[in-house]
């Protein structure tokens, strides 16, 4: 069955251009929801649970690393993938909201190629 996935970025454009890149990537989707920060997905995914999130760290009200670390706290998400997607290229900081509890960081400029890379996985 295909994902169902959310696009956490207070960027609508960029939210625009991770769909269309996915898409361009080959990688078939279910159910599609977006959010323009953390605390808007975590209340749209408690109305409808999604597979995968893939979440922008810098945002005005709740950032990324909040956002994971609210989802984490909360058990019966446990099987819900996210996957950052941000230009933060700092290992330590990659290293640290993987710590957290992230499944994967995709730098921004991403390519259809990274995030294929990246996403694959958690697609079957
Ligand atoms: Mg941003």
Not at 8 to 37: C, F, H, N, P
């Amino acid at each position: 069955m295909a994902k169902s996935i959310m696009l956490v970025d207070d960027s609508a454009t960029m939210r625009k251009i991770i769909m269309r890149t996915i898409r361009a990537a080959g990688l078939s989707l279910g159910d599609i929801q977006e959010a323009g920060d953390g605390g808007e997905a975590l209340e749209k995914i408690g109305q409808t649970p999604v597979d995968i999130v893939l979440c922008d760290v810098n945002m005005p009200g709740m950032g990324g690393t909040e956002f994971v670390e609210k989802l984490r706290s909360d058990s019966s998400y446990d099987s819900t993938k996210v996957i950052m997607v941000s230009t933060e290229s700092a290992d330590d900081f990659i290293s640290s909201v993987l710590a957290l509890g992230a499944n994967g960081y995709i730098k921004k400029p991403f390519t259809p190629e990274s995030i294929q890379q990246t996403l694959e996985p958690f697609m079957s």
